[in-house]
């Protein structure tokens, strides 16, 4: 059966466009974190603790847009690597709180040159009013409950 006159085709699929765009966004983010030697994960997640400071570990999953159990992989190697701290939480022994060491701000910091490069580049070429529309549309459609 052909289900070409029922579905949309890929072009205007919006799946298909989402993972188009990211991979447009995230080449030069890998080549950049590929010559530090850090993965996306990590990069999310040290990006996620600078600006919140120390937080409750499912909130950096959800932040860092990250599964829990691999979320907790990944801090016990960043950990032993001294980019962030873990600690039980001293009000609720169930919750561990993470934070980012100096070691995991350096990370930030010596890249963020090449980081804003990135981000200055596509905003030179969508436009800053586009690119908050996009940002803007983006936010409303995580809010769809499907």
Do not use: F, Y
């Not at 603790?49 to 829990?68: K, M, P, R, Y």
């Amino acid at each position: 059966m052909n289900t070409q006159s029922h579905t949309k085709s890929t072009s205007r699929s919006l799946p298909i466009a989402l993972l188009r765009a990211r991979e447009t966004v995230m080449a030069p983010v890998r080549d950049m974190l590929q010559g530090i030697q850090i993965t996306e994960q990590k990069w999310r997640i040290l990006r996620v603790l600078d600006e919140l400071g120390e937080v409750e570990q499912s909130t950096i999953a959800n932040e860092a847009c990250l599964l829990l159990p691999s979320l907790t992989r990944i801090l016990r190697t960043m950990e032993a690597d001294g980019q962030v701290t873990r600690r039980q939480d001293s009000r609720d022994k169930r919750r561990t709180m993470v934070m980012i060491t100096d070691a995991g701000r350096e990370i930030l910091k010596v890249n963020l040159a090449t980081s804003l490069a990135i981000s200055n580049s596509i905003e030179a070429q969508m436009g800053r009013e586009k690119l908050d529309k996009l940002l803007d549309l983006l936010d409303e459609l995580q809010a769809i409950k499907v």
